[in-house]
C-alpha cells in the first residue's frame, strides 16, 4: 500500500504542476490579442497532458480505494466505489455527486434507491460522510482527491458563459443576427441541461432573451418568436429557474401573449412553459392565472390542435389545483369547453381530472346538470379501463348527487342493471372505493361497506 501511496502522490504533484503551467498559458492567451499559434498549441496539449494523469490518479485510486476492506456505507450505491464527494438527495439518500447529478440530467426525477419522486433535484454536499471518508482514508495511508473543478473544467464553463453572453448580446443586434441567436440558444437549452442553470447565474439574461419580443407585435416574425418561446420553456425546466422567470415581470406577460397569437408550436410551447413554471409552488399558480393565462388555454384546449391540446390540459390542470385558478377556469367557461371534448371521445382520460376538480365549485356542478353529464358518467365508469379516470368519474358523479338527490335515479338504474358502482367499490382506487361506498350507502343506507 505504500508504494501506492507514493506512486499516488507522485501523480498528484505533477498534476499540479500541469495545472499551473496551463493557467499560464491560458492567461497568455486571454491577455495576449496577438497570441502566437505555438502558444494555443502548448495549451491544448497541457489541458491533454492533464487530462491523462486525472485519469491516471483515478486509475490509481480505484484500484487500492475498491478493496474489500473499504466500508459498505463510503460507496455510492449507483457505482460501489468511494464516494469523492457525498451529497444527499431529497429523499435522504446520500450518492457520490458526478453520478447522481448525470442521473438528475437525464431528465430522472426518482431516487434511483427508494424509487420514490423527488420533491426537489438540489443536492446537498454530506459534510459528515466525507470527513468520515477523510479520516478513514489518512488512517489507512490513503490520499482522497479533492472534489473541486480542476482548471480544465473551470475553462470548459467560463467557455460556456461567454458563448452564451455573446448570443445573448446578438439579440440586441440586427433582425438576422437575432433569429440567429435564437435558434442556436433553442438547441443550446434544448440539449445541454448546465446551459439552462447559466441562465439564472447571468444577470438580466431573462430579459436579454426576451427583449426582441417587448418592442414589437409580437406575432410579426413567427419564427423568432416560436424560437425564444422555445428557449423560456427550456430554461423554465431547469428547478432553480422556475421562480426567476415568473417573478419577472416580462415573461408571463409574453408568454400568454404568446399563447394567444403565436403560430401552434409557439402556443403549445407556450402552455407547457406555463405548465412547467406552474410545477414549483402556488405562488407561481396564482402569479400565472392572475397574469390572465386561463382563458387562452382555455381556447387552445377548445382548437383541436390534439398535441396543443395535451399541452393546454395539462396546464390547466395544475392550475387549477388553486381555488383561485379554479373559479377563474369555472367562469371562463372550461366546464362546457372539457365537456364538449369528453362527449366526442377526445382526451377523456386526461380531462377527466380537471372536470373533478372543477366540480368543487358549485357553479361546475350546475353546468354538468344542464349538459345532463350523469348518463355519459355512468358509461365511462362502465366501460373506460384507466384507472384514474375512473377515479376521477366517480368523484364527479358523487359530487353532482350530492348536489341533486334527484339523480341517484339514474344511478340506481344502472346499479341495478349492471352493479357498475359495486364493481367499482370493490376493484377501483382506494379514493374511487371510497366514493363509490359513499355512493351505495346513499343508493341503500343499509348497504354494506
Not at 268 to 280: C, F
Request: proline letters at 4%; one cysteine or more.
Amino acid at each position: 500500500m505504500a508504494k501506492t501511496v507514493e506512486k499516488i502522490t507522485g501523480v498528484a504533484k505533477e498534476t499540479t504542476e500541469l495545472k499551473r503551467e496551463l493557467q499560464r498559458l491560458v492567461n497568455a492567451i486571454v491577455d495576449d490579442d496577438d497570441h502566437s499559434e505555438e502558444t494555443t498549441d502548448q495549451a491544448m496539449m497541457t489541458l491533454y497532458s492533464l487530462k491523462k494523469l486525472i485519469w491516471k490518479r483515478s486509475l490509481s485510486l480505484s484500484l487500492e480505494l475498491d478493496s474489500p476492506n473499504f466500508p459498505d456505507e463510503f460507496k455510492c450505491p449507483l457505482s460501489k466505489a468511494l464516494m469523492k464527494d457525498p451529497v444527499i438527495l431529497a429523499t435522504g439518500q446520500t450518492y457520490d455527486r458526478q453520478l447522481i447529478e448525470n442521473w438528475l440530467k437525464d431528465g430522472k426525477r426518482i431516487c434511483p434507491q427508494t424509487q420514490h419522486v423527488l420533491s426537489y433535484t438540489v443536492v446537498t454536499p454530506n459534510c459528515l460522510v466525507r470527513e468520515m471518508i477523510s479520516q478513514w482514508c489518512k488512517k489507512n495511508g490513503l490520499v482522497l482527491p479533492n472534489p473541486a473543478q480542476g482548471p480544465d473544467e473551470e475553462l470548459i464553463a467560463d467557455a460556456e458563459r461567454e458563448h452564451l453572453n455573446s448570443l445573448l448580446e446578438k439579440l440586441s443586434s440586427s433582425l438576422s443576427d437575432q433569429k440567429e441567436a435564437a435558434k442556436e440558444l433553442r438547441l443550446l437549452t434544448k440539449r445541454t441541461p448546465h446551459i439552462r442553470a447559466l441562465f439564472g447565474q447571468i444577470a438580466n439574461a431573462l430579459l436579454q432573451l426576451l427583449k426582441p419580443l417587448a418592442p414589437r407585435r409580437i406575432d410579426d416574425h413567427p419564427d423568432l418568436q416560436e424560437d425564444l418561446i422555445t428557449t423560456v420553456l427550456n430554461v423554465s425546466i431547469h428547478d432553480s429557474n422556475k421562480k426567476l422567470v415568473a417573478d419577472n415581470p416580462v415573461a408571463i406577460p409574453i408568454l400568454i401573449k404568446s399563447l394567444k397569437f403565436g403560430n401552434i408550436d409557439t402556443r403549445r410551447n407556450a402552455a407547457a412553459a406555463l405548465l412547467s413554471l406552474s410545477l414549483l409552488n402556488s405562488t407561481n399558480k396564482l402569479i400565472i392565472g392572475e397574469a390572465g393565462a386561463i382563458k387562452p388555454l382555455i381556447n387552445l384546449l377548445e382548437e383541436g390542435h390534439l398535441l396543443a391540446m395535451k399541452d393546454a390540459a395539462s396546464a390547466i390542470l395544475s392550475l387549477c389545483i388553486v381555488d383561485e385558478n379554479n373559479a377563474r377556469a369555472v367562469h371562463e367557461g372550461a366546464v362546457r369547453v372539457i365537456w364538449a371534448k369528453i362527449m366526442n371521445g377526445i382526451l377523456v382520460n386526461e380531462l377527466l381530472p380537471i372536470l373533478a376538480l372543477l366540480s368543487l365549485h358549485e357553479k361546475a356542478v350546475e353546468e354538468m346538470e344542464e349538459l345532463s353529464a350523469v348518463p355519459c358518467l355512468l358509461s365511462i365508469l362502465r366501460d373506460n379501463t384507466d384507472e384514474r379516470a375512473k377515479e376521477s368519474c366517480i368523484a364527479i358523479l358523487y359530487t353532482i348527487i350530492s348536489y341533486d338527490l334527484l339523480k341517484l335515479r339514474m344511478v340506481k338504474e344502472e346499479e341495478d342493471v349492471n352493479g357498475t358502482i359495486s364493481k367499482l367499490a370493490e376493484s377501483g382506487t382506494l379514493r374511487a372505493r371510497r366514493k363509490a361506498n359513499d355512493i351505495l350507502e346513499m343508493l341503500n343506507p343499509k348497504h354494506p361497506l
